[in-house]
């Protein structure tokens, strides 16, 4: 039987509100808290991924921080 997975890594967090949201709908969708939703996405992430979905969102996401850094 597999070793059960145990959240040992602590680390500060900066997040949009939109990703926070999605982050605590997707955690409330499956019936695991933030820390287990977000283990869980980066564990399987390449499962998860369209890689040419991933690159185009990927760019748009990068110019959005570059524009609000510069508004600020």
């Not at 709908?25 to 980066?42: C, H, I, M, N």
């Amino acid at each position: 039987m597999p070793a059960s997975p145990r959240l040992t890594r602590h680390f500060p967090v900066k997040m949009t509100d939109t990703g926070f949201r999605r982050l605590k709908s997707f955690s409330a969708e499956t019936g695991l808290s933030e820390d287990e939703a977000l283990s869980f996405v980066f564990e399987n992430l390449t499962g998860l991924l369209d890689d040419a979905a991933l690159m185009h969102r990927l760019a748009a996401y990068k110019e959005r921080l570059k524009s609000n850094d510069q508004d600020q």
